[in-house]
């Protein structure tokens, strides 16, 4: 069934009654601001605006990562939820961070014990390498070297160790010289190796194109190239708290054209724009800022050194990522990356080559015999921040993951700073988005 919401904000329906196959490309007239595709089950319910019980959909999340197709196939595959639209800014879900990104399926030791990102972590990572072998996701669990190359270093990775042994139960294994040079000859680790057999990587494109596949089969619609500019409780009154549902405006990115939808529940999931999102609902004085960090990759084309592990340098407390550390595409090819760039803009994408050097000098710490001439400008993504905080908990200003249900609304779930590791958590934070809605 494809949905059109007209330029004068009444939605409208055209579907084929025969038809229950999934719509794609509807083509629809130039007076169209908004095309959904997804599937028609049953009758085709009557929209009102005038209250939660009979708004447009029952939900509508905000954003179309990783993180918010999880949630919109989680919300849509309950039988009690008759309708979910996912709204998504560009013409393709998933061209944010979700797809600029390492594709790492983290095992969840750096976060702190208690914290949401631990938690969410090993949960997720759990259900994402069942999903993955259940619909054939490509994905492959290659292991995690932490290498220290001082005393410093060393005591860093005996706290990892200690606290994924003690505290979370994540396998974790030191390997000795004689294994290091029998497996990864190439990678230089003077102080000690600490081992994450449970972290691997996957294909992020086919997962997002399989959470989609599974949220349209369930009845979900898609709404692309659809901003939301405006968000308001129904009801008008200053009082008003979405206790009757919630109204949104949505652009089009490509006319220009706006038109307004009902829905019982937002979750606002929209990532790199998931402050803008909150400060539209919130009064001034609760408006948050966000902080922007760009990662910076390098491909490596040449097939010498030859490494099959992930390595990651000991983590820096305080530092706003892991440290450029080596990943691995399922076809095995090398890229390196990503450092930690504050910028203005989560539109300022390009790889800032003059970081090279940078990057070259951290690379070679574990891998001396790199051939900097073969290193080259890749890709750069975003990370969404609440802060110029560190990425680990052992450091100075670590933020958690927010994930909740904001105080003095009702039907409005939040996620902020959902940086790395949210494409691990993804699944594990639908469940929670689930369960603060129903419990």
């Not at 038109?259 to 979750?267: K, L, V």
Request: aromatic residues 6%; contains cysteine; hydrophobic residues 35%.
């Amino acid at each position: 069934m494809t949905l059109i919401l007209t330029p004068r904000g009444r939605l409208a329906a055209a579907a084929s009654a025969a038809s229950t196959a999934t719509i794609r490309n509807a083509v629809t007239s130039s007076l169209t601001s908004i095309t959904r595709t997804g599937h028609h089950h049953g009758s085709f319910r009557p929209f009102s605006h005038t209250s939660a019980s009979h708004a447009d959909f029952t939900h509508a999340v905000i954003g179309g990562g990783v993180v918010g197709l999880a949630i919109a196939q989680q919300l849509a595959r309950r039988s009690s939820s008759p309708s979910t639209l996912l709204l998504e800014r560009h013409p393709a879900v998933g061209t944010e961070t979700s797809s600029r990104n390492s594709e790492v399926i983290h095992a969840g030791i750096y976060y702190g014990a208690g914290s949401l990102k631990t938690e969410l972590c090993i949960r997720g990572k759990n259900l994402l390498y069942e999903f993955c072998e259940k619909h054939s996701v490509p994905h492959k669990r290659v292991g995690k070297w932490i290498v220290a190359q001082n005393q410093a270093q060393r005591e860093a990775l005996q706290r990892i160790h200690d606290f994924c042994v003690h505290e979370i139960n994540v396998p974790v294994r030191w390997v000795s010289r004689e294994e290091a040079q029998r497996r990864e000859p190439a990678v230089r680790a003077e102080a000690g190796i600490l081992e994450s057999p449970t972290t691997g990587i996957v294909d992020s494109h086919s997962l997002m194109a399989c959470l989609q596949g599974r949220f349209e089969e369930a009845g979900g619609t898609v709404a692309l190239a659809s901003a939301v500019t405006a968000i308001r409780p129904v009801g008008g009154s200053a009082n008003a708290n979405g206790k009757e549902g919630w109204e949104l405006t949505v652009r089009h990115t490509t006319t220009g054209e706006t038109s307004t939808i009902t829905t019982s529940t937002i979750i606002n999931s929209a990532g790199l724009g998931a402050v803008d999102i909150h400060n539209m609902i919130v009064p001034p004085s609760q408006h948050k800022q966000m902080f922007y960090a760009k990662g910076n990759y390098f491909s490596y084309p040449s097939s010498s050194p030859k490494v099959s592990t992930l390595i990651y340098p000991a983590p820096e407390p305080g530092a706003g990522g892991l440290g450029t550390h080596l990943t691995l595409d399922l076809a095995g090819r090398i890229k390196f990356g990503p450092d930690v760039e504050w910028v203005d803009s989560p539109k300022d994408l390009a790889v800032n080559s003059a970081r090279l050097p940078e990057a070259i000098e951290a690379v070679k710490k574990y891998l001396p015999d790199l051939d900097e001439t073969q290193l080259q400008p890749d890709y750069a993504g975003i990370r969404p921040k609440l802060g110029k905080a560190g990425a680990v908990a052992q450091g100075k200003g670590f933020v958690d993951f927010v994930i909740r249900k904001e105080e003095g609304y009702e039907g409005w779930v939040n996620l902020l700073n959902i940086e790395s590791p949210g494409l691990t958590s993804s699944l594990a934070i639908a469940e929670k988005v689930e369960g603060l809605l129903y419990g």
